[in-house]
């Protein structure tokens, strides 16, 4: 056995929760059987700079565009809900301690104070950065301070090495409007976040917002201008598998729209969808030898301000095969990997007795195909098999997430969430061009 790729399974960006004054404790999603959901109570939010992010710091290479990155962060979001943030400075350096309030001031900051470290003290190395909110008893973010790992650095050149400073604060801001993580590997608000030069690119996906991450913040503020947003999708799934997921792909192109994690009594709401055609898939992991392996439940047609029902007995099945990361240039993790229109590339699945000689490659699209004779296995130790193939991305392919799955001749599918966003930002090692013929 050899060692064909590295892998990298990472934990880049994490929030906490506080309880406010007379608050719950820890939040839980909607979804979950609790109609608490975390917004603030107006659209309009102000959000304090610390001046340890704009004074000479060993956290933040020389030349890096701070002021740049922070307002085109904010506006990344204001530019597809109901959002307007107001930016002052501060000479505050220190977020508010974890309790029951703080202080009123949503802070970013970088600074190395005692309350500030405190945050990464398990996990210095791994983590971007943190995000406390504040919270009353109604749900509403009372105040949301934002930490940028002092004991790391950040860069906007992407330089090798470093955490990306727009994409880190862009997800970040998420939290503090009140989002948690997405399943959907290439979204903003997924929980794993490389640094630059994973897959030997710089990490700049994540300054640009998905599909998921725009329908969740358009589900807590409203869309703005957008006349066609938004409809929603809500029912219960029955089942006793772990970790299920739901999520909707539009099926003209093939892209995710949305996801979420149903509660524990199957119950579940998609919201902050643009009018239009979904279909909804599921899939769930093992309770004992069985999975829920990956279903398409049905078509719907959503339509703005309606809500259209689905109730659903899904169908557990003995699981044979675990497909979990995706990769590309040697390297594997819990993270999409970022393609170009008109390109191919190689790109790696990892998981569990996987076997090119039984198992079926999908892809969420018509615009996506695989080079024929291209599917090969690799030897891999500590239990993990590993598969490649050329991937096709064809000319007028939409920007987006798209999801791989595997398939059993028995009909066993396992799909990994927005695995493939194709972006602007650029790739370029492909391995070939794609005629636009």
Excluded at 110 to 132: C, H, W, Y
Excluded at 159 to 182: N, P
Excluded at 291 to 319: A, D
């Amino acid at each position: 056995m050899y060692r064909a790729l590295q892998i990298f399974v990472l934990l880049g960006v994490h929030l906490c929760l506080s309880a406010g004054v007379n608050g719950f404790g820890v939040a839980k999603r909607p979804d979950e059987g609790q109609n608490l959901r975390l917004r603030w109570k107006s659209g309009s939010i102000q959000v304090a700079i610390s001046t340890s992010l704009t004074a000479e710091t060993y956290n933040i290479r020389p030349n890096s565009d701070v002021a740049g990155a922070i307002r085109r962060s904010l506006a990344t979001w204001e530019a597809v809900g109901a959002i307007q943030f107001e930016q002052v400075s501060s000479d505050k350096q220190s977020v508010s301690p974890a309790g029951n309030a703080g202080d009123g001031v949503s802070l970013i900051t970088i600074a190395q104070t005692p309350e500030n470290l405190l945050m990464f003290s398990k996990d210095a190395g791994d983590v971007s950065a943190r995000t406390r909110v504040f919270y009353n008893r109604r749900g509403f973010i009372t105040e949301a301070d934002i930490v940028l790992n002092p004991y790391q650095q950040f860069s906007t050149e992407g330089a090798i090495g470093t955490f990306d400073l727009e994409s880190t604060l862009t997800h970040e801001i998420g939290h503090l409007l009140g989002l948690e993580h997405s399943a959907v590997f290439g979204a903003t608000m997924h929980d794993n976040y490389g640094k630059n030069g994973l897959f030997s690119l710089q990490s700049f996906s994540a300054r640009s917002l998905g599909e998921d991450d725009i329908a969740s913040v358009r589900a807590l503020y409203g869309s703005g201008t957008d006349t066609e947003c938004c409809g929603r999708i809500a029912g219960r799934l029955t089942t006793k598998a772990r970790n299920l997921r739901l999520w909707a792909e539009e099926p003209e192109t093939g892209r995710v729209f949305a996801e979420i994690a149903p509660g524990a009594d199957g119950t579940f709401r998609l919201e902050g969808l643009p009018a239009g055609v979904y279909e909804l898939y599921a899939q769930g992991s093992r309770t004992g030898k069985n999975i829920v392996s990956t279903e398409m439940l049905e078509r719907v047609t959503v339509e703005k301000g309606r809500t259209v029902n689905v109730t659903r007995k899904l169908t557990e099945r003995p699981g044979t095969f675990d497909l979990n990361y995706v990769g590309f240039n040697g390297q594997l993790s819990e993270l999409a990997v970022s393609v170009n229109r008109g390109k191919t590339y190689t790109v790696y699945v990892g998981g569990k007795n996987l076997d090119p000689m039984r198992l079926n490659v999908g892809l969420s699209s018509k615009f996506l195909g695989i080079t024929p004779g291209t599917i090969v296995a690799h030897e891999y130790d500590e239990g993990l098999t590993v598969m490649s193939f050329e991937l096709i991305v064809r000319p007028g392919t939409p920007l987006g997430e798209y999801s791989i799955s595997l398939e059993s001749a028995s009909g066993e599918k396992h799909t990994i969430i927005g695995a493939l966003t194709v972006e602007e930002f650029a790739n370029p090692w492909n391995t070939s061009v794609v005629s636009e013929d």
